[in-house]
């Protein structure tokens, strides 16, 4: 069932909860592939009711990004996400989610929206944190699930949730990869074949810092060389940023003492691709 308004999505979500059912959402920006399916199976197993919203949010693209070019299919979308559990697909136009006149945004400031993605995104993130926040006023989920892909996105939603005393239980599920390592992605199909093919030295690059690691390399400058030295053995990889951070506050640091993450951002082409690995000791 696909449902386009907010006021014809509260009416038909009151009468589930009237009816005792839970209810679990999985935000998406639409072209589902396997990355977004599993999350809709795993809400689907833990949920009476599943609602994916089907958004291209505006607010989350800069100036000369990628939002007109954004693959859509809604009719793909729908049959894929009914397939794989989902009760109500939510698909809204922009002018439903920002009526006109619309001035109000919700923004987690600090260091954690500043690096990684922040740092050549700024406004990025400011736009995720509201269009989150409309979703989770609209839905009212008792869980919302997201991927470790975008890990960013994940800390910071952690911790928009904290401070706002939602009441609402974050799913975070693992990263789905292509058999040959490469992360799960909309954004993959841009790809030519060429860049396809070296695409996957991102994740090359992660594993072995990762084996240095748990072989006891814990000097974060040391490792953020391996993954640099890694990406760019492949000729068409530009890189944005090689980064190793604390997990979840996302703060700089100089050894891996506890969880940390390791980001990379890479362009091949006009396509800009990100991946990451926990480097931890749990």
Known sequence: MI????????????????????????PTMGFLHEGH??????????????????????????????????PRNIERDTELALSAGADVI??????????????????????????L????????????TTVVNKLFNIVEPNKAYFGQKDAQQVAVLTKMVKDLHMDIELIIC????????????????????????QAVILNQALKKAKNAFANGEKDVVKLTGI??????????????????LDFPSLK?????????LGAVAVKFGKTRLIDNEILGYS
């Open 117 to 128: 993605c922040g740092a050549s995104r700024p406004t990025h993130f400011r736009g995720v």
């Open 227 to 244: 993954i640099t030295d890694k990406i760019n053995e492949m000729p068409l990889a530009v890189i944005d940023y090689v980064s190793i």
């Open 174 to 197: 693992p990263i789905v990869r292509e058999p040959d390592g490469l992360a799960m992605s909309s954004r993959n199909t841009y790809l030519s074949a060429e860049e396809r093919k």
């Open 37 to 70: 399916l599993s999350l809709i199976r795993e809400a689907k197993a833990e949920n009476d009711v599943v609602v994916v919203s089907d958004f291209v949010n505006p607010t989350q693209f800069g100036p000369n990004e990628d939002f007109e070019s954004y």
């Open 252 to 260: 700089p640091i100089i050894t891996i003492e506890k969880d940390a």
């Open 90 to 115: 939510f698909y809204p136009s922009v002018s439903e989610m920002y009526p006109p006149g619309s001035s109000t945004y919700v923004e987690v400031e600090g260091n954690i929206t500043r690096v």
């Open 3 to 26: 449902i386009e308004t907010v006021k014809e999505l509260r009416e038909y979500l009151a009468g589930q909860r009237a009816a005792g059912k839970t209810v679990g959402l999985v």
